[in-house]
C-alpha cells in the first residue's frame, strides 16, 4: 500500500488549509485512517482518525472543534479540513492505516505564519 499525502502549503494563522491522502494498493474502505502530525524537533503527534465506515471521527484535544477528518472510500482518499489555524499546527502531515503512525507517506508540509 502506499500512501501520498498533499495539500499543505503556507497559511497565516486563523485560515484554512485541506490536506489529502491519496491510497493506492489497498482498498480503503476496510481500514480505519488516522492523520498525524510533527514538528520540527518533536515527536511525532496523532491528529485525528475516522472508523472504517467513516461514521465515527475521533480528534486531538488540540484541533478538536477546528480540524475535521473525511473520507471517500470510491475516490480512495482520506481529507483533512484545517480551521481556525494556529502557529503550533506547523509541521509535516502524515497519513497512515497504523494507530502508531508507521507505514505512513512522505508527508505535506504546513507552514502557519501569524
Known amino acids: 500500500v502506499q500512501l501520498v499525502e498533499s495539500g499543505g502549503g503556507l497559511v497565516q494563522a486563523g485560515g484554512s488549509l485541506s490536506l489529502s491522502c491519496a491510497i493506492s494498493?489497498?482498498?480503503?474502505?476496510?481500514?480505519?485512517m488516522g492523520w498525524f502530525r510533527q514538528a520540527p524537533g518533536k515527536d511525532l503527534e496523532w491528529v485525528a482518525k475516522?472508523?472504517?465506515?467513516?461514521?465515527?471521527?475521533t480528534y486531538a484535544d488540540s484541533v478538536k472543534g477546528r480540524f475535521t477528518v473525511t473520507r471517500d472510500d470510491a475516490e480512495k482518499t482520506l481529507y483533512l479540513q484545517m480551521n481556525s489555524m494556529k502557529i503550533e499546527d506547523m509541521g509535516m502531515y502524515y497519513c497512515?492505516?497504523?494507530?502508531?503512525?508507521?507505514?505512513r507517506g512522505p508527508g505535506t508540509q504546513v507552514i502557519v505564519s501569524s
Open positions: 497512515s492505516m497504523f494507530r502508531d503512525g508507521r507505514g
Open positions: 494498493g489497498r482498498t480503503l474502505s476496510n481500514y480505519a
Open positions: 475516522i472508523n472504517a465506515r467513516g461514521d465515527v471521527t
